[in-house]
């Protein structure tokens, strides 16, 4: 027994000592890599960078502008959850105003969970990115449309949540480029 214990120290630390030598041999001596260079068609073998102008995508500026959307409408909804939760357990409301703050609540969660399904849906249509927020049943959609936008593609997005979500009575629909 105390020889398969020792057999088992020996071997971790000599994979630790392997591991902390290779950490400083490749510290010393590191490596280029570049992900697209590696598994691109390369028939050299030889590692390179890529052509700074031809390798240029334009990158979404409005995506983060979806994301910072997100983050306000879900900090706003947190706040209310908070506050929903604090009348939950409240000892002063009565029974019937915390079953009104739980059914609210759940309320919230189903439209945040719709909302959140409709934007994969319409990223599913093809487009990069989408934001949809609704309040009082008129659901604003903002999409990012790579190849320029047309009247039908609002139409397409404005039948397309209309018949997905019964809530919905005014659909806007804009579009970023």
Same mark, same amino acid.
């Given at each position: 027994?105390?020889?398969?214990? %020792? /057999? *088992?120290?020996?071997?971790?630390?000599?994979?630790? *000592?392997?591991?902390?030598?290779?950490?400083?041999?490749?510290?010393?001596?590191?490596?280029?890599?570049?992900?697209?260079?590696?598994?691109?068609?390369?028939?050299?073998?030889?590692?390179?960078?890529?052509?700074?102008?031809?390798?240029?995508?334009? *990158?979404?500026?409005?995506?983060?502008?979806?994301?910072?959307? %997100?983050? /306000?409408?879900?900090?706003? %909804?947190?706040?209310?959850?908070?506050?929903?939760?604090?009348?939950?357990?409240?000892?002063?409301?009565?029974?019937?105003?915390?079953?009104?703050?739980?059914?609210?609540?759940?309320?919230?969660?189903? !439209?945040?969970?719709?909302?959140?399904?409709?934007?994969? !849906?319409?990223?599913?249509?093809?487009?990069?990115?989408?934001?949809? %927020?609704?309040?009082? +049943?008129?659901?604003?959609?903002?999409?990012?449309?790579?190849? +320029?936008?047309?009247?039908?593609?609002?139409?397409?997005?404005? !039948?397309?949540?209309?018949?997905?979500?019964?809530?919905?009575?005014?659909?806007?629909?804009?579009?970023?480029?």
């Amino acid at each position: 027994m105390k020889a398969n214990k %020792r /057999t *088992v120290w020996f071997l971790t630390l000599l994979s630790l *000592v392997a591991v902390i030598s290779i950490y400083y041999l490749k510290k010393e001596a590191p490596m280029d890599l570049d992900a697209m260079a590696i598994f691109g068609d390369n028939d050299k073998g030889t590692v390179s960078k890529p052509d700074t102008e031809s390798a240029t995508k334009p *990158v979404y500026a409005d995506s983060m502008l979806f994301e910072e959307m %997100r983050m /306000t409408a879900m900090h706003e %909804r947190s706040s209310l959850k908070d506050q929903l939760t604090s009348k939950m357990l409240s000892a002063d409301l009565s029974a019937e105003d915390k079953i009104a703050a739980y059914e609210e609540m759940n309320e919230l969660i189903k !439209q945040t969970s719709a909302e959140e399904m409709m934007e994969i !849906q319409i990223k599913a249509l093809g487009y990069p990115d989408a934001f949809v %927020r609704m309040e009082n +049943g008129k659901v604003t959609v903002k999409v990012v449309a790579e190849d +320029g936008h047309s009247s039908k593609m609002a139409a397409e997005i404005t !039948q397309y949540v209309m018949t997905s979500w019964e809530n919905a009575r005014v659909v806007q629909v804009d579009f970023m480029e």
